[in-house]
Protein backbone atom coordinates (compact mmCIF):
# COMPACT_ATOMS: atom_id res chain seq x y z
CA UNK A 1 0.00 0.00 0.00
CA UNK A 2 1.35 3.42 -1.19
CA UNK A 3 2.58 5.87 1.95
CA UNK A 4 1.09 9.14 2.34
CA UNK A 5 4.18 10.89 0.70
CA UNK A 6 4.46 8.37 -2.23
CA UNK A 7 0.28 9.51 -3.11
CA UNK A 8 1.31 13.22 -3.20
CA UNK A 9 4.12 12.35 -5.54
CA UNK A 10 1.51 11.33 -7.48
CA UNK A 11 -0.40 14.65 -7.67
CA UNK A 12 2.63 16.45 -8.39
CA UNK A 13 5.53 17.69 -11.00
CA UNK A 14 9.29 17.18 -10.54
CA UNK A 15 9.43 20.33 -9.93
CA UNK A 16 6.57 20.66 -7.39
CA UNK A 17 3.57 22.02 -9.54
CA UNK A 18 0.39 20.31 -9.87
CA UNK A 19 0.12 17.67 -13.09
CA UNK A 20 -2.46 19.38 -14.82
CA UNK A 21 -4.24 18.07 -18.35
CA UNK A 22 -2.52 21.79 -19.87
CA UNK A 23 1.29 20.86 -19.72
CA UNK A 24 1.97 23.74 -17.73
CA UNK A 25 4.79 23.18 -15.50
CA UNK A 26 5.70 26.59 -13.86
CA UNK A 27 3.16 26.94 -11.01
CA UNK A 28 2.11 30.89 -11.34
CA UNK A 29 1.02 29.98 -15.38
CA UNK A 30 -1.23 27.09 -13.60
CA UNK A 31 -2.56 29.14 -11.29
CA UNK A 32 -3.20 32.27 -13.41
CA UNK A 33 -5.23 29.68 -15.76
CA UNK A 34 -6.77 28.21 -12.43
CA UNK A 35 -8.23 31.61 -11.48
CA UNK A 36 -9.46 32.47 -14.59
CA UNK A 37 -11.16 29.91 -15.43
CA UNK A 38 -12.98 28.79 -12.39
CA UNK A 39 -13.73 32.49 -12.10
CA UNK A 40 -15.67 32.52 -15.11
CA UNK A 41 -17.00 29.39 -14.98
CA UNK A 42 -18.75 29.96 -11.02
CA UNK A 43 -20.03 33.24 -12.64
CA UNK A 44 -21.56 31.44 -15.98
CA UNK A 45 -23.28 28.83 -13.44
CA UNK A 46 -24.62 31.40 -10.79
CA UNK A 47 -26.07 33.49 -14.01
CA UNK A 48 -27.89 29.93 -15.15
CA UNK A 49 -29.23 29.61 -11.56
CA UNK A 50 -27.20 26.51 -11.38
CA UNK A 51 -28.83 24.41 -14.31
CA UNK A 52 -25.48 22.69 -16.17
CA UNK A 53 -25.71 22.41 -20.06
CA UNK A 54 -26.47 18.36 -20.78
CA UNK A 55 -26.97 17.35 -16.74
CA UNK A 56 -29.71 19.86 -15.54
CA UNK A 57 -30.04 21.55 -12.34
CA UNK A 58 -27.46 21.31 -9.04
CA UNK A 59 -29.39 21.28 -6.36
CA UNK A 60 -26.73 21.28 -3.19
CA UNK A 61 -29.14 18.09 -1.77
CA UNK A 62 -26.33 15.20 -1.62
CA UNK A 63 -22.11 15.01 -1.46
CA UNK A 64 -22.47 13.81 -5.22
CA UNK A 65 -23.24 17.42 -6.16
CA UNK A 66 -20.42 18.90 -4.37
CA UNK A 67 -18.34 16.36 -6.32
CA UNK A 68 -20.23 18.24 -8.98
CA UNK A 69 -19.51 21.29 -8.52
CA UNK A 70 -15.51 20.83 -8.11
CA UNK A 71 -16.11 18.75 -11.27
CA UNK A 72 -17.17 21.55 -12.99
CA UNK A 73 -14.73 24.26 -11.90
CA UNK A 74 -11.91 22.42 -12.71
CA UNK A 75 -12.47 20.38 -15.47
CA UNK A 76 -10.27 20.55 -18.09
CA UNK A 77 -7.45 21.45 -15.44
CA UNK A 78 -7.07 18.48 -13.43
CA UNK A 79 -7.39 14.79 -14.30
CA UNK A 80 -9.29 14.52 -10.52
CA UNK A 81 -11.92 17.19 -10.75
CA UNK A 82 -14.72 15.40 -9.02
CA UNK A 83 -12.99 13.17 -7.10
CA UNK A 84 -12.08 13.60 -3.57
CA UNK A 85 -8.12 13.34 -1.98
CA UNK A 86 -6.22 10.56 -1.96
CA UNK A 87 -3.80 12.04 0.55
CA UNK A 88 -3.80 13.29 4.19
CA UNK A 89 -3.54 17.87 4.11
CA UNK A 90 -2.39 20.18 6.92
CA UNK A 91 -1.81 23.41 7.39
CA UNK A 92 1.97 24.06 8.07
CA UNK A 93 3.56 20.36 8.78
CA UNK A 94 0.21 18.87 10.70
CA UNK A 95 -2.19 16.90 8.87
CA UNK A 96 -5.26 19.57 10.34
CA UNK A 97 -7.69 18.92 8.05
CA UNK A 98 -9.68 15.33 8.20
CA UNK A 99 -8.10 11.87 7.17
CA UNK A 100 -8.73 10.53 4.14
CA UNK A 101 -8.61 7.41 5.92
CA UNK A 102 -12.19 8.34 7.47
CA UNK A 103 -13.48 10.25 4.12
CA UNK A 104 -16.80 7.29 4.46
CA UNK A 105 -17.82 8.41 7.42
CA UNK A 106 -17.27 12.51 6.60
CA UNK A 107 -19.15 11.78 3.37
CA UNK A 108 -22.01 10.44 5.55
CA UNK A 109 -22.27 13.00 8.05
CA UNK A 110 -22.23 15.79 5.01
CA UNK A 111 -24.90 13.98 3.32
CA UNK A 112 -26.99 14.22 6.54
CA UNK A 113 -26.55 17.51 7.02
CA UNK A 114 -27.53 18.64 3.30
CA UNK A 115 -30.79 16.12 3.70
CA UNK A 116 -31.65 17.93 6.77
CA UNK A 117 -31.18 21.29 5.21
CA UNK A 118 -33.00 20.77 2.38
CA UNK A 119 -36.01 20.01 4.85
CA UNK A 120 -35.59 23.22 6.28
CA UNK A 121 -38.19 26.24 5.19
CA UNK A 122 -36.70 29.45 4.47
CA UNK A 123 -36.47 31.09 7.29
CA UNK A 124 -33.53 33.20 7.11
CA UNK A 125 -31.98 32.55 10.68
CA UNK A 126 -32.49 28.85 10.23
CA UNK A 127 -30.73 29.01 6.64
CA UNK A 128 -27.93 30.51 8.28
CA UNK A 129 -27.56 28.64 10.87
CA UNK A 130 -27.95 25.52 9.19
CA UNK A 131 -25.31 26.96 6.31
CA UNK A 132 -22.97 27.82 9.14
CA UNK A 133 -22.68 24.42 10.18
CA UNK A 134 -22.44 23.02 6.66
CA UNK A 135 -19.91 25.22 4.92
CA UNK A 136 -17.70 25.10 8.72
CA UNK A 137 -17.49 21.33 8.29
CA UNK A 138 -16.24 21.55 4.93
CA UNK A 139 -13.75 23.46 5.89
CA UNK A 140 -12.61 21.29 7.99
CA UNK A 141 -13.01 18.39 5.65
CA UNK A 142 -11.40 19.78 3.08
CA UNK A 143 -12.35 16.85 0.79
CA UNK A 144 -10.08 17.96 -2.72
CA UNK A 145 -6.80 18.28 -3.46
CA UNK A 146 -7.01 21.41 -4.92
CA UNK A 147 -9.67 24.34 -4.65
CA UNK A 148 -11.32 23.77 -1.44
CA UNK A 149 -12.14 27.90 -0.74
CA UNK A 150 -13.74 28.28 -4.40
CA UNK A 151 -15.98 25.38 -4.40
CA UNK A 152 -16.98 25.67 -0.40
CA UNK A 153 -17.97 29.03 -1.64
CA UNK A 154 -20.16 28.14 -4.78
CA UNK A 155 -21.86 25.60 -2.38
CA UNK A 156 -22.52 28.36 0.43
CA UNK A 157 -24.10 30.13 -2.61
CA UNK A 158 -25.80 27.30 -4.23
CA UNK A 159 -27.00 26.30 -0.42
CA UNK A 160 -28.45 30.00 -0.28
CA UNK A 161 -30.11 29.66 -3.95
CA UNK A 162 -32.10 26.34 -2.77
CA UNK A 163 -33.85 28.62 0.12
CA UNK A 164 -34.04 31.46 -2.42
CA UNK A 165 -31.63 33.73 -0.71
CA UNK A 166 -28.85 35.64 -2.81
CA UNK A 167 -25.57 35.47 -0.58
CA UNK A 168 -24.04 39.08 -1.18
CA UNK A 169 -20.24 38.33 -0.09
CA UNK A 170 -18.45 39.31 -3.17
CA UNK A 171 -14.73 39.40 -3.43
CA UNK A 172 -13.10 42.86 -1.85
CA UNK A 173 -16.54 43.46 0.15
CA UNK A 174 -15.84 43.83 3.53
CA UNK A 175 -18.29 40.39 3.80
CA UNK A 176 -15.66 38.55 1.76
CA UNK A 177 -13.23 39.63 4.56
CA UNK A 178 -15.49 38.50 7.64
CA UNK A 179 -16.08 34.85 5.62
CA UNK A 180 -12.35 34.06 5.15
CA UNK A 181 -11.56 35.07 8.60
CA UNK A 182 -14.40 32.70 9.96
CA UNK A 183 -12.93 30.24 7.98
CA UNK A 184 -9.59 30.34 9.22
CA UNK A 185 -11.09 30.88 12.78
CA UNK A 186 -13.09 27.69 12.15
CA UNK A 187 -15.79 29.10 13.50
CA UNK A 188 -19.68 27.78 12.94
CA UNK A 189 -21.25 30.70 14.68
CA UNK A 190 -19.26 33.34 13.09
CA UNK A 191 -19.97 32.10 9.64
CA UNK A 192 -23.54 31.61 10.25
CA UNK A 193 -23.42 35.21 11.62
CA UNK A 194 -22.02 36.25 8.29
CA UNK A 195 -24.83 34.25 6.12
CA UNK A 196 -27.34 36.06 8.29
CA UNK A 197 -26.15 39.44 7.93
CA UNK A 198 -25.74 38.54 4.03
CA UNK A 199 -29.03 36.58 2.57
CA UNK A 200 -30.81 38.65 0.58
CA UNK A 201 -34.17 36.94 -0.46
CA UNK A 202 -34.63 36.28 -4.09
CA UNK A 203 -37.82 38.10 -5.91
Not at 102 to 120: G, I, N, S, V
Amino acid sequence: MATNEERWQDYLQPNGTLKNLLGLTRASALQQVEYITTTTRQETLEAAHFVLPNHGPIKGQTTADIRLLHKYLFEGIYAWAGQYRTVNMGKGNTDTFFPVERFPMADQDMQEKLTHFAALDEDQYTVAQNMGEIISEFNWWHPFREGNGRTQRLLATLLAFQKHYYLGIAKGTTAYKAYMQASINDSPEEMAQIFFDNLLPLD
